[in-house]
Each structure stands twice: as structure tokens, then as C-alpha cells.
């Protein structure tokens, strides 16, 4: 017996850790899928589950192609609600109301009385500066 490791052998090991990877990726995002699914009840997202762990290569066949479009959809909505979250936290942590918000605020205390002309002007300068 030869002991001999050659190149094709480093180029089918690979091969096959590659292959193992991917099947490792698309078992999660299956999983990941299924249980964020809002759509799909308990039992069903439980089947679904039982169906991949007891027949792993049919079970994600079937998945793909049963609910793989609407897999894709969801990857697709849940990245932009991210998105806006992120957005919305940015805007809510920086407080940015923005110069035109600022000059209504002071306009509202102005008028309720608050602030006097001569305050609501030196406050609008800096505020415009």
C-alpha cells in the first residue's frame, strides 16, 4: 500500500470539503428559514424540521423547491426591515431633526410664549449658523 498523497487526491479532498460546507450553509439557512417564517404554525415549521433531520438530501430538495421563491422573498423583506431599523436608529441616536425641525420647534415656543422674540431670534441664529 502506498502511502502517497498526490495532487489529485489534495484536489478531491477539497472537492469534498467544499461540498461539505455548502451542505452545512444550505441546512442552516433552510433551518434559519423555517423558524422565521411567521407564515408557517408550529407543527408545521416541527414536520418540516423532522423531514430535514431524518432525510437531509430529499427533505432540502423538496424545501427548495416547494418554498424556495418564497425563502428568497423573505431573505429579501427581512434585510430591508434591518436596513430601515438601522436607518431609524442612526436618525434616532444622532438626533438629527434637522434644521428645518429645530426652527419649528422654536417657532411652537415662541407662539405658546416661552420664549420671548428677542430669545427665539438669538436661539434661531444659532440654530441657523
Known amino acids: 500500500m502506498s502511502d502517497d498523497f498526490g495532487l489529485w487526491d489534495v484536489i478531491v479532498s477539497m ?7 455548502a451542505w452545512i450553509w444550505l441546512f442552516i439557512s433552510i433551518l434559519s428559514d423555517i423558524f ?9 415549521k416541527a414536520l418540516w ?17 416547494v418554498r424556495g421563491s418564497e425563502m428568497g422573498e423573505r431573505t429579501v423583506r427581512d434585510a430591508q426591515e434591518r436596513e430601515q431599523q438601522f436607518r431609524d436608529y442612526v436618525q434616532e441616536a444622532a438626533g438629527s431633526k434637522g434644521v428645518s425641525g429645530e426652527l419649528r420647534e422654536l417657532a411652537v415656543l415662541r407662539d ?5 422674540p428677542a430669545e427665539y431670534e438669538q436661539a434661531k ?3 441657523l449658523a
Open 15 to 21: 472537492l469534498w470539503f467544499m461540498l461539505l460546507i
Open 36 to 44: 422565521r417564517d411567521r407564515s408557517l404554525s408550529g407543527g408545521a
Open 125 to 127: 441664529q444659532k440654530v
Open 112 to 116: 405658546s410664549g416661552v420664549l420671548s
Open 49 to 65: 424540521t423532522l423531514f430535514l433531520v431524518v432525510m437531509p438530501w430529499i427533505g432540502a430538495l423538496v424545501y427548495l423547491i
